[in-house]
């Protein structure tokens, strides 16, 4: 956990994505913070940099209490092409079997672990990793004119990011077959991906819909709570018995919480909620209920040179 938070994600130095405070205007942070893939003349094609700078603002922001909702969108009028081909992707020359993580898997890894609702606003066309990336984010809205594509097998390579265990789990195993077999582009309005997308709006309308939606939760909904749903369908038990038991454990915690009477008091009251729980302070006991697994690469020889 970060020891300290930047007084503003705006000036923080990020080199392929810009952090925006909603509203923009704003010198300090605020519960709705605006991520912009930014690689201006190059589509917002995915990069190693655009890969760690995504990895460092996810783990800063899922751990700042103030913030409470996050928006993914891209610079100009694409979302992100996919990986930079030019050869910005990311691969190290030294990476070994034993060693290599694939940068798109990082940046999804770092989403799916944030404990802040993300949602996606697919402003423009998205393909590859420019697609993958936004799996695990809590609600994707995607501008009608958009093209889709998860188009490994037309590249010689296979699904990255995670995406054969987010995919068939969002649409189906048989459009995500249908989708990876032919590697096409689709029109975001195909039925093959209608289960992928909340949304299919104007262009116009993709960013201010996002935002608004992201208002709403950052107002009216507890962090723990969103939190914890997510964990608990992404990483379920596996039955409706262990399910059950899982469920009554979380919620013995949170009926003794502050988020909760919160929750009713507003109700009763006929008052906006002032929801101030955080997963740092009020994650509930069996928080987090699986095991976890170090994705970091081993430290080699090397490395250990390098830094003596």
């Known amino acids: ?128 990793v420019g697609i993958t990336m936004t799996l695990p984010m809590n609600i994707r809205i995607v501008s009608e004119k958009a093209k889709i594509g998860f188009v490994f097998a037309r590249r010689g390579i296979v699904m990255e990011a995670a995406s054969s265990y987010f995919l068939p789990r969002l649409i189906g195993l048989s459009r995500a077959m249908h989708l990876v077999t032919t590697g096409a582009v689709y029109p975001s309005t195909d039925p093959l ?44 038990p596996g039955s409706a018995e262990k399910t059950h038991l899982l469920d009554s454990k979380i919620l013995l915690d949170l009926f003794n919480g502050k988020d909760q009477q919160e929750g009713v008091d507003s109700f009763l009251q006929k008052r906006q909620a002032a929801f101030k729980g955080n997963m740092a302070d009020n994650a509930p006991a069996v928080w987090p209920w699986w095991d976890p697994i170090d994705t970091a690469p081993p430290v080699t020889v090397e490395d250990l040179k390098a830094k003596l």
């Open 1 to 128: 956990m970060p020891s300290s938070f930047p007084e503003s994600y705006a000036a923080l130095p990020f080199q392929h994505i810009r952090l925006s405070h909603i509203p923009e205007s704003s010198p300090t942070p605020t519960p709705v913070i605006l991520i912009t893939l930014h690689r201006p003349g190059k589509n917002n094609a995915f990069t190693g940099i655009m890969a760690t700078d995504l990895e460092t603002a996810f783990d800063l922001l899922s751990h700042d209490p103030r913030v409470k909702a996050i928006v993914v969108t891209g610079d100009g009028k694409m979302f992100c092409a996919g990986a930079d081909l030019d050869g910005g992707a990311g691969f190290a020359t030294r990476d070994t079997p034993r060693t290599h993580r694939d940068t798109g898997g990082r940046v999804t890894l770092a989403i799916h672990r944030c404990t802040k609702p993300v949602i996606a606003a697919i402003n423009g066309s998205a393909v590859g």
């Open 193 to 236: 991906l209608r289960d992928l997308f909340s949304e299919v709006l104007p262009p116009e309308k993709v960013l201010p819909r996002a935002l608004e939606l992201a208002d709403d939760i950052a107002k009216n909904t507890s962090t723990v709570s969103t939190a914890l749903m997510k964990d608990m369908m992404w990483r379920n």
